[in-house]
């Protein structure tokens, strides 16, 4: 691509997103539709893109907010933030950032767009052969000392506020239930089995995972859970938990996730 090509290309592309006046000297004037108005079709095409774009990510919270509120945010967004994605699929995961910023009030909208985005991205996470019974059972007595890591589909949500409940309601097609703000902080696991899923963890549940998160054996993790919850609390739930990691094809074995290769 020559050089001159390339400027044209920018002052145009400046043009829509930014809505730079000097590329109406790029647009061809008829004496019926003029310069500027040919460029603001253009903008409001570009715009109308994006906030489709952003509707189909955050199909939940556009539900929740009504689609008219929805336009409002999303043309705020698109305007602070023209795309840099040549793939749309990777456009607006910066939208949870941006309404914490500007309704610090309604922190639930934040939350809910953070959950809609991790589901999404779930969805798109690279695959991974997890651990299951018969995997471990082929380990033998070894797999407690081998490394282990969560799965590349995995996110762990901080919320204050029942994001949960709403997010199932809409899910539902049911009116849901009216934003409240917890007293401490909740974690919610969001993970693709089948499909993209979502559940909230206790806290010492999060605590065990955010361990695994960081690469432990078993051993190291049960170490950690004995002095967190004492014996007999630490043994139940250890073998609760493991059960339903397993079932849910949440562990991966770190040395094999690293190569990529299957559990074997």
Do not use: K
């Given at each position: ?22 590329a ?18 253009y903008?409001n ?78 969805f ?43 997010w ?20 919610i696991?969001?993970w ?51 059960g ?11 040395d ?9």
């Amino acid at each position: 691509m020559s050089e001159a090509l390339r400027d044209l290309q920018a002052l145009f592309l400046a043009g829509v997103t930014r809505g730079d006046a000097g590329a109406e000297r790029l647009i061809i004037d008829d004496n019926r539709v003029g310069a500027a108005r040919r460029l603001d079709i253009y903008r409001n095409n570009y715009r109308a893109s994006l906030t489709g774009v952003l509707a189909d990510h955050y199909e939940r919270l556009a539900a929740y907010v009504g689609a008219d509120q929805f336009g409002r945010l999303a043309d705020a967004f698109v305007a602070a933030n023209p795309s840099a994605w040549r793939n749309l699929r990777y456009y607006g995961g910066e939208l949870a950032a941006f309404l914490a910023e500007h309704y610090p009030g309604d922190g639930e909208l934040a939350e809910l767009a953070a959950l809609d985005w991790a589901l999404r991205d779930a969805f798109d996470a690279a695959d991974a052969e997890p651990l299951d019974g018969a995997a471990v059972a082929a380990l033998g007595e070894q797999w407690i000392e081998r490394r282990l890591v969560l799965v590349p589909s995995v996110h762990r949500l901080t919320v204050r506020h029942n994001v949960a409940a709403i997010w199932n309601a809409l899910e539902a097609e049911e009116a849901p239930p009216g934003a409240a703000r917890g007293a401490v902080p909740e974690t919610i696991l969001v993970w693709r089995s089948a499909q993209p899923q979502f559940r909230t963890l206790s806290d010492d549940e999060a605590a065990a995972l955010e361990r695994l998160a960081g690469g432990c054996s078993f051993t190291e993790l049960s170490e950690a859970m004995l002095e967190r919850l004492g014996e007999e609390g630490a043994m139940q739930a250890l073998g609760g938990w493991l059960g339903r990691w397993l079932a849910d094809g949440l562990l991966v074995l770190a040395d094999q996730a690293a190569a990529g290769t299957d559990v074997t």
